[in-house]
């Protein structure tokens, strides 16, 4: 189990659901941002601590062409 804030899974779950509407496999997307193929991957996997940073969101927005307020929640978790 990892030990993530309930913020941060909440947005790794949307940037997916976002991810996989606009067809996006996790490798496209690892590439997009310029990172290896196993990137998304990494952030994805429950085991694992990996999160994103505001940077990532903000290229993933850009990338998905959506806004960055689409990651987050209406209110505070």
């Given at each position: 189990?990892n030990?993530?804030?309930?913020?941060?899974?909440?947005?790794?779950?949307?940037?997916?659901?976002?991810?996989k509407?606009?067809?996006?496999?996790?490798?496209?997307?690892?590439?997009?941002?310029?990172k290896?193929?196993?990137f998304i991957?990494?952030?994805?996997?429950?085991?694992?601590?990996?999160?994103y940073?505001?940077?990532?969101?903000?290229e993933i927005?850009?990338?998905?062409?959506?806004?960055?307020?689409?990651?987050?929640?209406?209110?505070?978790?």
């Amino acid at each position: 189990m990892n030990n993530l804030a309930k913020i941060d899974l909440h947005i790794i779950s949307r940037v997916k659901e976002i991810r996989k509407e606009k067809g996006f496999t996790q490798e496209r997307l690892s590439l997009c941002l310029g990172k290896g193929v196993g990137f998304i991957g990494d952030i994805e996997a429950p085991s694992k601590k990996a999160k994103y940073n505001v940077h990532h969101l903000n290229e993933i927005a850009k990338i998905l062409n959506c806004s960055p307020r689409e990651f987050w929640p209406e209110k505070p978790i």
